[in-house]
């Protein structure tokens, strides 16, 4: 097993107490396969991926990246935000070579290997642009390529498409899945989108809410990966379950606080 979640708990110390955010999280997942986890607004999504980068330590329990425990950020995870984290000041190139400077890669080679991964997300003629002259899109792009030009064991993505139009989120959905295929690289991406989620990923953890546990794991098989495949019978039975376990879920949440 690639990575691997151990019964991870988290909580944090709130002035209301010890708020418990991931309640006993176990998830095993292969190299290559591209997972999503979905959960909606406060199910811990981003807390649950903040331990696998080692951004911040599990209250209890473990994360493993082939079989190694992991206690801090590395280099065998990249890591794709929300919200654009290029440096303004910075050219595509050098926000792309960003993360090899900070490891000591000399000069020669972080130039060649953030050329190539500029090249797989189709941005070689912007490589002197700066962030502002590009579409938000364009800079999720750099920030792939930015996160791959470690050449990571995993691509850690936390809503990536999030605050992008409908249009450039269907074309990023195509430039993601083309990615995947010529790379071979493990994703493990999460979003509250489940079309999203159904559309991109082999495998899918809902995640429930307050605490955020796995309420179901769900493997994903579509005859084919491109926009008809919405219009499919097949889509809409994933989508129409997922949709009313998060509902479910949501009620019980409500329920739970009131
Ligand atoms: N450092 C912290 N201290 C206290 N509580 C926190 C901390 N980080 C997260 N939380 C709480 O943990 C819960 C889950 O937060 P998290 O950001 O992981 O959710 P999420 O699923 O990513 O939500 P969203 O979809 O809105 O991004 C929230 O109730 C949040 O307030
Ligand atoms: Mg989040």
């Not at 050098?94 to 190539?116: D, M, W």
């Not at 579409?135 to 030009?149: F, N, P, T």
């Not at 959905?173 to 991406?189: A, G, K, Y």
Request: charged share 25%; with cysteine.
């Amino acid at each position: 097993m690639f990575l691997q979640i151990n019964n991870l708990n988290k909580h944090f110390p709130t002035k209301q107490g010890n708020l418990v955010v991931l309640k006993d999280i176990d998830m095993a997942i292969e190299q290559g396969e591209f997972i999503c986890a979905v959960g909606a607004s406060g199910s811990g999504k981003s807390t649950l991926l903040r331990q696998i980068a080692g951004l911040d330590s599990p209250t209890s329990g473990e994360v493993r990246i082939d079989n190694e425990l992991v206690t801090g950020p590395g280099p065998d995870r990249g890591m794709v935000f929300q919200h654009y984290t290029l440096y303004p000041w910075m050219s595509v190139q050098a926000n792309t070579e960003f993360g090899l400077k900070l490891q000591g890669v000399p000069k020669k080679q972080r130039r060649e290997q953030a050329s190539y991964y500029l090249n797989v997300v189709g941005l070689t003629k912007f490589a002197k642009s700066l962030p502002k002259e590009l579409s938000g899109g364009m800079k999720q792009r750099v920030a792939i390529a930015r996160a791959l030009a470690s050449e990571p064991k995993v691509l850690l993505m936390d809503e990536p498409f999030g605050a992008l139009d409908i249009h450039t989120k269907e074309s990023m959905h195509e430039f993601i899945l083309d990615l995947w295929r010529r790379t071979n690289v493990t994703i493990f991406m999460i979003t509250h989108d489940v079309e999203e989620a159904v559309f991109l990923s082999n495998r899918i953890y809902a995640l429930g809410a307050r605490p955020g546990t796995v309420r179901k794991e769900m493997s994903i098989h579509l005859p084919e990966r491109s926009h008809t495949v919405k219009r499919h019978s097949i889509f809409h039975d994933y989508r129409d379950e997922l949709m009313e376990l998060m509902r479910r879920h949501g009620q019980e949440a409500v329920a739970a606080v009131a």
